[in-house]
C-alpha cells in the first residue's frame, strides 16, 4: 500500500507558476508509475502527467504539454509536479495518484489509478 500527500497548491495570476510536491509512504514507492490527475468543478477527472518508476519516461495531456514538468525522486519517495505559463484552465484540484502496474494503463484513465492523496487546490486568476 502507499499513502499520498500533497502540498503546494495556492492562487497564482495566470502566466505564473506553482510547484505542486507529493510525499508518499509506503516501501514499493518506487515500483509504482505515478500519476498527476486534476479535477475542475463540473468536469471529470483528468489525466494530465504521468512517470515511470524510474522517472525515465514522461507522459503528459495535450492540455499542459510544454508547460507542466513531472519528476520523482525515489530516494526520497516524492514525486512533484512544475506548473508554468499556468492558464485559467488550469484551475482545479490537483491529485497524486499511484497504483497502475503497466505504462498502457498508468497514461490510460485516472480510473486505472488505486491510490490517492487528499487533493490540493490550484486556483488560476486573470
Known amino acids: 500500500q502507499v499513502q499520498l500527500v500533497e502540498s503546494g497548491g495556492g492562487l497564482v495570476q495566470a502566466g505564473g507558476s506553482l510547484r505542486l510536491s507529493c510525499a508518499a509512504s509506503?516501501?514499493?514507492?518506487?515500483?509504482?508509475?505515478m500519476g498527476w490527475v486534476r479535477q475542475a468543478p463540473g468536469k471529470e477527472r483528468e489525466l494530465v502527467a504521468v512517470i515511470d518508476w524510474s522517472g525515465g519516461i514522461t507522459y503528459y495531456a495535450d492540455s499542459v504539454k510544454g508547460r507542466f514538468t513531472i519528476s520523482r525522486d525515489n530516494a526520497k519517495n516524492t514525486m512533484n509536479l512544475q506548473m508554468s505559463s499556468l492558464k485559467l484552465e488550469d484551475t482545479a484540484v490537483y491529485y497524486c495518484a499511484a497504483g497502475p502496474r503497466t505504462w498502457v494503463r498508468a497514461i490510460g484513465a485516472a480510473r486505472n489509478y488505486d491510490y490517492w492523496g487528499q487533493g490540493t487546490q490550484v486556483t488560476v486568476s486573470s
Open positions: 509506503g516501501r514499493t514507492f518506487s515500483s509504482y508509475y
